[in-house]
């Protein structure tokens, strides 16, 4: 069993920054991909980036591209997700998850087979 837990989410001015953390915990294993997604109200859960064990592959959606970027320390089973220059439209909440199926990062939500809570990220005007 693999628990996630996200954190760092909050309320910030447009052109603004945040960086989002996520700590696994549990029956960890040393391969496996994690992955942001995010879902604001009434859409769709999106992908936002994703990233190999190592953190030698990254994958990024376009909208997000240049101003994010996803790293991870695996000596503390922690992905983080720098965003930088945010926008309206990145209000959402974020969610972090892992695959073990896949050892480069990709974009499907339904690759990926645990999921963190979520933490909320707001960005206003």
């Known amino acids: 069993q693999v628990q996630l837990a996200e954190s760092g989410g909050g309320l910030v001015q447009a052109g603004g920054s945040l960086r989002l953390s996520c700590t696994v915990s549990g029956r960890t294993s040393s391969t496996y991909i994690m992955g942001w997604f995010r879902q604001a109200p009434r859409k769709e859960r999106e992908f936002v980036a994703a990233?190999?064990?190592?953190?030698?592959?990254?994958l990024y959606s376009d909208s997000v591209k240049g101003r994010f970027t996803i790293s991870r320390d695996n000596a503390k089973n922690t992905v983080y997700l720098e965003m930088n220059s945010l926008k309206l439209e990145d209000t959402a909440d974020y969610y972090c998850?892992?695959?073990?199926?896949?050892?480069?990062?990709?974009?499907?939500?339904?690759?990926?087979?645990?999921w963190g809570q979520g933490t909320q990220v707001t960005v206003s005007s």
């Open positions: 990233i190999s064990w190592s953190g030698g592959r990254t």
């Open positions: 998850a892992t695959s073990r199926a896949y050892l480069i990062p990709v974009p499907n939500n339904r690759q990926y087979d645990a």
